[in-house]
């Protein structure tokens, strides 16, 4: 069964660097057939996909636009981990930070099985 | 980027009754709709993926069919464990886009 634990706190300080770790289990972070995404919601912005990671011969990373200039998803193999920095926080950034696998389960075709659950971020001096 | 509108935003509906829930892409994104049902406190579950096909576990009741920009998501006969919020996901092409969501009421 694959789980997905997550870490890192739950305040920043605007202008600080937000970082959140997501520890794999049941899975590798290395596999060919899933992307590893980080996801928040608010309710302002409701369910706002931010960035994946993923493994295909090579290492790629993709970013939401919002969010391109001030986010870096970073893996560590060694622990089976992958994480979010997104740096410069305002309190728009506000909400709760889910890590989530999106299952390949045909070429081409995926869906979003295992979430983490949920890290509550509030950014406030 | 494609944009997600789910109807309606809310209803209240009783156990028993069938429920429907529509979710317009603003392009055609094929089949590449997902749908998943989110309770207080809890991150989304999956439901519903490539719009019609249901993920191992989830009680018969749901359904969703459609394609191209419109779906639809069925409750055939709603149950009391059903209160949720409810979210179409496409995947056509990044970024990956959510509807609002639908949240579903027992009367």
């Known amino acids: 069964q694959v789980q997905l634990q997550q870490s890192g706190p739950g305040l920043a300080k605007p202008s600080q660097t937000l970082s959140l770790t997501c520890a794999i289990s049941?899975?590798?972070?290395?596999?060919?057939?899933?992307?590893w995404n980080w996801i928040r919601q608010s309710p302002s912005r409701g369910l706002e996909w931010l960035g994946r990671?993923?493994?295909?011969?090579?290492?790629?990373?993709d970013y939401a636009v919002s969010v391109k200039s001030r986010l870096t998803i970073n893996v560590d193999t060694s622990k089976n981990q992958f994480s979010l920095h997104l740096n410069s926080v305002t309190p728009d950034d506000t909400a709760v930070y889910y890590c989530?696998?999106?299952?390949?389960?045909?070429?081409?075709?995926?869906?979003?099985?295992?979430w983490g659950k949920g890290t509550t971020v509030t950014v406030s001096s | 980027d494609i944009q997600m509108t789910q109807s309606p935003p809310s209803l209240s509906a009783s156990v028993g009754d069938r429920v429907t829930i529509t979710c317009q892409a603003s392009?055609?994104?094929?089949?590449?709709l997902n749908w998943y049902q989110q309770k207080p406190g809890k991150a989304p579950k999956l439901l519903i993926y490539?719009?019609?096909n249901l993920q191992t576990g989830v009680p018969s009741r749901f359904s969703g069919s459609g394609s191209g920009t419109d779906f639809t998501f069925t409750i055939s006969s709603l149950q009391s464990e059903d209160s949720a919020t409810y979210y179409c996901?496409?995947?056509?092409?990044?970024?990956?886009?959510f509807g609002g969501g639908t949240q579903v009421e027992i009367k």
């Open positions: 490539d719009a019609s």
């Open positions: 049941g899975d590798s972070v290395s596999t060919n057939s899933a992307t």
């Open positions: 990671t993923y493994y295909r011969s090579k290492w790629y990373n």
């Open positions: 392009q055609d994104i094929n089949k590449y």
């Open positions: 989530v696998r999106d299952q390949q389960w045909l070429v081409l075709h995926y869906y979003m099985d295992v």
């Open positions: 996901q496409h995947y056509n092409n990044l970024p990956i886009t």
